[in-house]
C-alpha cells in the first residue's frame, strides 16, 4: 500500500489529530457485557472521543465525539425519538420532518454526524414540534 493510500484510510481524532485505535470498549464503558467495540482516540483518557461501531461490523455508527457532544447527541435523539415513539408521526416520517428541516439529503440526516450547531437545533426543533402537538391533543 502507497503511504497517501493509507493515510487517506487512516482515522484522525478530529479534535487533537492524533491516530484512532480499533479497541473494544472494556475500560471506557462501565459495562461491556455485549462486547461492544470502540474506535478510541489514541490519546485516550486525555482526549475523550470515540466512536462505537455497528456490532459485528468495523463501521463506526457516526463521527468521533468528546464527552460534551456525546451527551449532547443523545439528548437530541432522545428528543427526536418521542415524536416517532409518541405516535406523532411514523418514525420515517419523523426523518423526512427532519432532513427538511435541516435542509440535509435523507442519507445524511444521522444525528450520529452531527456536530453541536445541529443537535441544537434538532433539540430545540423537536420540542416545539412535540409541544405543539401537545397542545392540539
Ligand atoms: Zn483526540
Avoid at 39 to 48: E, G, H, N, Q, S
Avoid at 74 to 85: L, S
Avoid at 117 to 123: A, K, Q, S
Wanted: hydrophobic letters at 30%; one cysteine or more.
Amino acid at each position: 500500500m502507497s503511504s497517501a493510500k493509507r493515510r487517506k484510510n487512516e482515522m484522525r481524532c478530529p479534535y487533537c489529530g492524533s491516530t484512532v485505535i480499533y479497541r473494544s470498549a472494556e475500560g471506557i464503558y462501565r459495562e461491556n457485557s455485549s462486547g461492544v467495540m470502540l474506535y478510541v482516540c489514541a490519546r485516550y483518557p486525555k482526549c475523550d472521543a470515540y466512536v462505537r461501531v455497528h456490532a459485528g461490523t468495523k463501521k463506526p455508527v457516526g463521527t468521533m465525539a468528546n464527552r460534551e457532544l456525546r451527551e449532547l447527541r443523545n439528548k437530541a435523539h432522545r428528543t427526536f425519538d418521542q415524536i416517532h415513539k409518541s405516535g406523532i408521526m411514523t418514525r420515517e416520517e419523523a426523518y423526512m420532518w427532519l432532513s427538511n428541516m435541516l435542509s440535509l439529503p435523507l442519507s445524511q440526516t444521522h444525528i450520529g454526524n452531527f456536530g453541536e450547531y445541529y443537535c441544537e437545533v434538532v433539540l430545540k426543533e423537536s420540542q416545539k414540534l412535540l409541544e405543539k402537538a401537545k397542545e392540539n391533543s
